[in-house]
């Protein structure tokens, strides 16, 4: 059975860090993409980021223009574990941040939420002061 699940969400002032995790089990994270979505509430679900699989001819990597600079995606096979990094969190940060995959990811396309197949529930940051 497939579980996903997002961690490391919280309260954070403007200008702070969080580290989220996503974590898979009865699933390889390893040769598939894994993309980062956030939602608020009366808006649609966006993509954040996402980062292809290992075994790729090239790695790919995308950031959304309003976290590029600020965010960054990692993974960490050995743990089935999938990162991000937020930095210089802002107001607009705030959202419910769902992990995702497998899917696709291309670094010059924003990430859609029916290109990806299993989601965790979400966990909730929220940046204020």
């Known amino acids: 059975q497939v579980k996903i699940v997002e961690s490391g969400g919280g309260l954070v002032q403007p200008g702070g860090s969080l580290r989220l995790s996503c974590a898979a089990s009865g699933f390889n994270f390893g040769y598939h993409a894994v993309g980062w979505f956030r939602q608020v509430p009366g808006k649609e679900r966006e993509g954040v980021s996402c980062i292809t699989g290992r075994g790729q001819i090239q790695e790919n990597i995308y950031y959304a223009n309003s976290v590029k600079g600020r965010f960054t995606i990692s993974r960490d096979d050995a743990n089935n574990t999938v990162y991000l990094q937020m930095d210089y969190l802002k107001p607009e940060d705030t959202a419910i941040y769902y992990c995702?995959?497998?899917?696709?990811?291309?670094?010059?396309?924003?990430?859609?939420?029916?290109?990806?197949?299993?989601w965790g529930q979400g966990t909730q940051v929220t940046v204020s002061a």
């Open positions: 995702a995959s497998p899917g696709l990811c291309d670094r010059d396309l924003t990430p859609k939420t029916y290109e990806y197949d299993y």
